[in-house]
């Protein structure tokens, strides 16, 4: 029954009927959850004892880097996906999920970047957290540019496949960057394994943060793969009825 | 699981191996080229020649600092060693007495001309009026 289930869900016409039915109970969910945790990150959250009022930038610097490798990470999956079951709507996730990437990744390090003055002092360092970070953003823009040079859709989603994948080394080292070499940028204060370092009446509201971002850009993600599947399918019968 | 499926498994992990593998070697003989900052102790033993400009981190050690017309003076310490700095111009606002710092400038005779002094926070964030209670 779940392979009947997969096997219905990955046919391009199901997926873009079911995301139209869905779509507009995740979107307003997450946006009531993001603008709660906003105005309760932002004005009910009391400052912070070393930063003052400058760490809440917080509440969307953190959400946009956790988003920016967590898509990378839906990128390498729907790639593996693709080159072993030969999955077409995974091949028009991965080219959906990258422009989303390259955002979340350019919000994550302008964030930052006006974190920092205030609080380093500078707004742009070399260290191995930001440098990763910055490769990251590269990487999106380059599989973004690499997929729009080719004419034959069908190579370019292997080779970008294959890209991605051996790209995905770099999401790990950003993760541990903060840990294996002397940076700028402290180390994480949300782990799976400790206890976190950050005042329960800061962690809830950037947690809700965290969910509702997450649900907006799955929304986004939602919306892009639906242009994919109609750019891509656009002779077929079905998506003249759709449309 | 038929056999061209499994065929393209093995491919992709041996792509992931290749890959993992080869960014490994490169990180691992870059190693502490990759660090940011040296701390004091790592300082000690090295021979830096004056000329070349340097990142040195570590706490400021607490009741060094001493501001003197603009310079300001203080010592950072990784608790093992330290080393005594003099900067001329504005530190960031983090700047204090037992917090991070790191500073870029050139050691002469053991002591760090500075050119540029940011300050480094940690990983903690906790309302001001919350008593710090040292469980860890």
Not at chain 2, 74 to 92: A, H, L, M, Q
Not at chain 2, 112 to 134: F, G, R, S, T
Request: hydrophobic share 45%; charged share 15%; proline share 4%.
């Amino acid at each position: 029954m779940i392979k009947k289930f997969i096997h219905q869900f990955a046919s391009p016409k199901t997926y873009l009927y079911q995301v139209s039915r869905f779509y507009k109970y995740i979107f307003y969910f997450s946006l009531i959850i993001y603008i709660i945790s906003i105005i309760w990150g932002l004005f009910f959250t009391p400052e912070d004892f070393v930063q003052g009022n400058s760490y809440r930038i917080i509440y969307l610097h953190v959400p946009a880097s956790f988003l920016s490798q967590t898509l990378y990470l839906a990128m390498a999956i729907s790639s593996i996906t693709y080159l072993i079951w030969r999955v077409k709507l995974a091949a028009y996730l991965i080219i959906a999920i990258a422009p989303i990437g390259a955002m979340t990744t350019f919000i994550a390090l302008i964030s930052g970047s006006i974190w920092g003055i205030p609080t380093w002092g500078t707004w742009w360092q070399w260290d191995a957290r930001i440098t990763s970070t910055l490769i990251l953003f590269i990487m999106y823009l380059g599989l973004i540019s690499l997929h729009n040079s080719f004419s034959n859709h069908e190579k370019a989603d292997k080779l970008l496949s294959w890209l991605v994948i051996v790209g995905a080394v770099n999401i790990p080292i950003i993760k541990k960057s903060v840990d294996w070499w002397s940076t700028l940028h402290q180390s994480a204060s949300i782990t799976l394994t400790d206890k976190p370092s950050i005042d329960p009446v800061m962690l809830y509201p950037l947690i809700g943060s965290i969910v509702g971002f997450f649900g907006l850009v799955i929304c986004l993600v939602l919306l892009s793969s639906k242009y994919q599947i109609l750019h891509r399918e656009k002779n077929k019968s079905w998506v003249k009825d759709y449309v | 699981m038929n056999p061209i499926r499994k065929k393209r498994i093995y491919s992709i992990l041996f792509v992931l191996l290749f890959s993992v593998s080869g960014i490994s070697l490169i990180l691992y003989s870059l190693n502490s080229n990759l660090d940011y900052f040296f701390t004091p102790t790592e300082l000690k033993d090295r021979n830096i020649p004056a000329d070349k400009r340097i990142k040195v981190g570590g706490m400021v050690l607490s009741g060094s600092v001493e501001r003197i017309s603009s310079s300001i003076f203080f010592v950072i310490t990784d608790y093992e060693n330290s080393i005594k700095v003099e900067y001329e111009g504005i530190v960031p606002d983090l700047f204090k007495e037992d917090s991070g710092v790191v500073v870029l400038g050139n050691l002469r005779d053991k002591i760090l001309y500075a050119e540029e002094v940011l300050a480094k926070h940690d990983e903690n964030y906790m309302p001001p009026n919350i008593e710090i209670n040292d469980d860890n």
